[in-house]
């Protein structure tokens, strides 16, 4: 039997706080004793030691609790989690990784962006470094404004280890002193061409006019970009230089910056040429010294191409050690922000939040524990196939995760401490007399929810499916 005593408890619950700003809390404590070898039979035996533990640590300062930390951190070590399918990853150093989720601010954060982010952030658990919420809003036609926040609040929920948000459209004068150092290099130049002109004359591996002009035209032509009497929309685009006969006519001197006169919801009217994702990926992965980067494999095309701007940069030594995902392809779901948002306005659904929705909050308000998510990444691995899925099956694995993770008893301190107002969905489980004993929830009957063929919670009493429904788990709503 793997022994547990208060040492080794104490070591979980500093590890906890150091990671929670310094307040331990019993359901992650217990997890990461799980984690460890704790079995179920002893919960009850450890919790009067566990409770006085925690209440020890929360009482001390966090550079305290993380002197004592790294004392006991050995007794820990870097144990895999449980079930834990994820592959090591290459090239991780001492300090841990420093890797990216970056998501374009056009709505809330939806399922698939979970299957993506999920798995920077566990190996950013796993071990430890920076894991940067990036929004990529470079593209004013493409921004819905109330997503800026709506992002922040739900990968702080769903990931709980955003290190730090980065948003592009701030760091303009970084990306601009980069196009200026490329055109230094020679690496770039200002293309005035049509873009079918264009588009024939690489395609037939040749170049436009405007690919060997020289750096003072170059910078002439920039500084025409800029200007507000200059260039217009559509007029002129930054290119990089990249080579002409590449095989994939994609590559050939792809665009990096163009001029964008929509009025930027978070700039206004402060810049009018706006780098391309590619350049602002770049350049903050370079600037934020980005060591592990996992992303779904259709940017595979735009990692080559971002890596041809490191090399131009002389910065291949530092490129980022790069992984791609396959999709989940949903057979009877199909996930848009601009449709939904469009069905939102013309009330077809309540709101962002409506449960019908397969985004963060309505994904909450169901009561899913970021844990069944982990769980579903976690199975699942770095896997480059793409995966096709009927909604059924995926809320059906998606469920049994979520009741694995609900009955590890990690939330019963948290509901403990609920009262009915805080109640969001409750849902019986077979012994519920015991789990609401202690609680000042006493959920009637009837307020079964069940959750449908879809997975979408129902809480109708009158509906007769509702009484027959199975209960499956309770959920209390932070
Ligand atoms: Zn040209």
Redesign the pocket.
Known sequence: MVEIDKKIIRAYALKNAVEHEGRAVVGSVISGLFNHGLTKERVKEIMPVLNAVIREVNAISISEQEKEYKELEDLIGHRPERGDALPELENVSKTGIVTRFSPSPSGPMHLGHILTGMLSSLYVKRYGGKFYLQIEDTNADNIYEPAYKMLKEDADWIFGNVSEVIIQSDRMKVYYKYIEKLFDLESIYV???DSED?KKLVDSQKS????NLDKKENLRRWKKMLSKTGYSEGEAVIRFKSDLNDPNPAFRDFPLVRINLTKHPRQGKKYRVWPLMNLCVTVDDIELNKTHIIRAKEHRDNATRQKMIYKALGLLDKYPNVYFLGRYNFTDLAISDSKTRKAIEEGKFTGWDDIRLPFVVPLRKRGYQPEAFEKIVTQRGISEVDKVISQKDFFEVLNNFNREVLKDNTRKADFEKCDEKQANLVILMPDASKVFAKSKIKPKKDEVVYFDKFGYARNNSSDSKAKNAKPTFWFCHE
């Open positions: 293309c005035t061409c264009f436009c006019p405007c690919r």
